[in-house]
């Protein structure tokens, strides 16, 4: 029994030996390596001090057509990190679908006398703002007719941030526009120019309004398109609304009106998002799975950019080294800490509000996304947030199955983690993470609790 005591006690005490030795050796010495017993469980082992190797990705393009707001701006990029982003967003309308005498025809006036024109008006609810609020001045927003259709191409089902269709260069009018940051508030947007042609041909009685199919190829749509002194991106609700007012000439006092709407299932819509990364670390990214590398040069950092294709991509380069020493052990659980950098994110610019983690390998190609451990639902993680201070702000993803898997199969080449917003969520905003590979920060921590056998 005593043997057997002292033998355990010697493979704990070199264990234990072994590790400290090994993160030592890979940070440095005032990193103050942390490698005790759990104690809780006599033989678990504890250590947070793994070297994280980061890089940003351009990765393909994203479908923004499945957003729920309409994305329009400019964001200058002032400290030269992501470069900066322009914002526009391109919709359709559609006839309300009204035929009181089932004559096959919209009946976009309604009148017993004669009708007449009184106004035009675009709806829009702002309900998002990415800048800074207090020191941007009003900004100008450009609504431009299309004059292509929009499409969507073959064997896709989706619309793209890079995608871009033909739209008049003369702007059917423009708007100043000023919200605050927790402001939601109606756009109202004359657009008389717009709605007198409605009017007269819904009077005519023109082809051109009297089904759906026909006014989509004759009014393709709106591009809302930001100004070239803008500093700010807006977001607005996805039921923007197009009311044309009228009132019968022999009741003059009873307004009437006929709404032509953006009808989310049917009707095409995608935010343009363009990332200018022109005399920025980033510049060097011109193809699909191409990196830039954490370094010295652009201060250690890396990046996730949403709405655009900037991920960052996560390796564990010493994780071989434990395996080779102790191939029997088991991980009992890993836990990955991201804290953004210090002081790169306020309230105007803000942290993305969900990540998940793709597993990936030298290819850079995004491969499974990261589940609950013991699951199939993904992990989708929202920071938490320090309030007062910022200082302990991060996000805390479970990799357990993922740290499991690389330990079993020995295979290190390239193979890491994309760090980045969920598909479906990543064209909704324009948020930015930064991410420091200064060891001196320490902003990046792998947990590992492990068994020995």
């Known amino acids: 029994m005593a043997y057997m005591q002292l033998k355990s006690f010697l493979i704990n005490a070199y264990f234990a030996l072994f590790f400290l030795l090994l993160i030592f050796g890979c940070k440095r010495p005032k990193d103050s390596a942390i490698f005790i017993s759990d104690k809780e469980s006599l033989g678990t082992y504890y250590t947070d001090t793994f070297s994280v190797s980061l890089s940003t990705l351009l990765v393909d393009s994203l479908p ?22 322009t914002a526009a967003a391109y919709l359709q309308f559609s006839l309300t679908g009204i035929d009181r005498d089932g004559d096959g025809r919209e009946d976009i006036l309604v009148y017993d006398n004669t009708p007449v024109y009184d106004s035009t008006v675009l709806f829009l609810s702002h309900s998002y703002t990415y800048g800074d609020t207090v020191t941007t001045p009003q900004q100008k927003l450009n609504i431009h007719q299309l004059t292509e259709d929009l499409t969507i191409s073959n064997g896709s089902a989706y619309l793209y941030n890079g995608q871009s269709f033909a ?13 605050s940051t ?10 008389d120019n717009i709605g007198m042609d409605f009017f007269n041909k819904a009077y005519a009685q023109d082809t051109r309004v009297a089904t759906n199919t026909a006014f989509k190829t004759y009014f393709k749509g709106l591009v809302l398109r930001p100004d070239a002194d803008n500093k700010i991106i807006y977001g607005y609700s996805l039921n923007p609304v197009i009311i044309l007012y009228y009132h019968d000439s022999g009741n003059p006092n009873v307004s009437l009106s006929y709404a032509f709407k953006h009808v989310n299932s049917t009707d095409l819509f995608f935010n343009q998002l363009k990332n200018n990364r022109t005399g920025t670390s980033l510049e060097p990214l011109k193809f699909q799975y191409q990196e830039v590398f954490a370094t010295p040069a652009n201060n250690n950092e890396a990046y996730v950019m949403t709405g655009v294709e900037l991920m960052a991509k996560l390796q564990f380069p010493y994780t071989n080294l434990v395996h080779a020493a102790y191939p029997n052990m088991a991980i009992n659980r890993a836990t990955l800490i991201i804290r953004p950098k210090e002081k790169s994110f306020d309230q105007f610019s803000r942290l993305p509000n969900d990540l998940v983690l793709y ?17 199939s639902v993904a992990e989708v993680i929202s920071p938490v947030i320090d309030l007062e201070t910022n200082a302990n702000t991060y996000y805390k993803f479970d990799v357990t199955d993922f740290m499991t898997t690389l330990m079993k199969n020995n295979n290190y080449n390239g193979t890491g983690l994309i760090l980045t917003s969920p598909r479906s969520l990543s064209g909704n905003r324009t948020e930015r993470l930064v991410l420091d590979n200064n060891y001196d920060s320490y902003t990046i921590q792998l947990k590992l609790y492990l068994s020995l056998f």
Do not use: C, E, W
């Not at 927790?182 to 657009?191: G, K």
């Open 64 to 85: 923004t057509s499945v957003s729920n707001q309409l994305l329009t701006g400019y964001a200058p990029d002032p400290n030269h990190r992501t470069g900066d982003l």
């Open 167 to 179: 739209y008049n260069p003369t702007p059917l009018l423009q708007k100043t526009v000023r919200f």
């Open 182 to 191: 927790n402001t939601s508030q109606t756009l109202q947007i004359r657009m």
């Open 359 to 375: 597993t990936t390998n030298n290819t850079n190609i995004p491969g499974t996304i990261i589940s609950y451990p013991g699951t």
